[in-house]
């Protein structure tokens, strides 16, 4: 009797349905999707961002949105160079987050802090589907 019961809360336990968020809530908020990229003790990947800063842009897509946060932005006028590293991570309609790919951009400046030149070099992580990093232009 007791592992028939037991077998029974095993299948509802597995049968139930995983909870949507509001896409279009989190697309509309650095904050509310900051809640699902910030770095969490353990969890040491890429989705992550330092803090809701360095959010720059929210892509509201079907059925995902594309978080693009700004993980190194470094200028250094002495030697007319200037670095962004931004990393392109999804939120799905049920809140599961993968890395989709990075971009970094070196770039050579002038003395009045003008970009020169970008040799941007770029990457796909290959866990999200349909995701072209050649669709998104930040520098």
């Not at 007791?2 to 336990?13: G, M, Y």
């Not at 349905?17 to 999707?33: F, G, M, P, Q, Y």
């Not at 392109?88 to 003008?114: A, L």
Request: aromatic share 12%; charged share 30%; with cysteine.
């Amino acid at each position: 009797m007791k592992k028939l019961i037991f077998l029974s809360l095993l299948i509802l336990a597995g049968c139930k349905e995983s909870s949507r968020i509001d896409l279009s809530k989190v697309a509309s908020s650095k904050t509310e999707a900051f809640k699902y990229v910030k770095y969490r003790p353990g969890k040491m990947d890429y989705t992550y961002c330092d803090s809701s800063s360095d959010i720059t842009d929210l892509i509201k897509e079907e059925k995902r949105v594309i978080v693009v946060c700004l993980a190194i932005d470094h200028v250094s006028p002495r030697s007319g160079e200037k670095n962004r590293f931004f990393k392109y991570s999804s939120i799905n309609e049920y809140g599961k987050i993968n890395f989709c790919g990075w971009r970094d951009n070196y770039m050579r400046i002038d003395k009045k802090g003008k970009i020169i030149s970008n040799t941007p070099k770029s990457g796909v992580s290959g866990k999200c589907e349909s995701f072209s990093i050649y669709k998104y232009h930040h520098t």
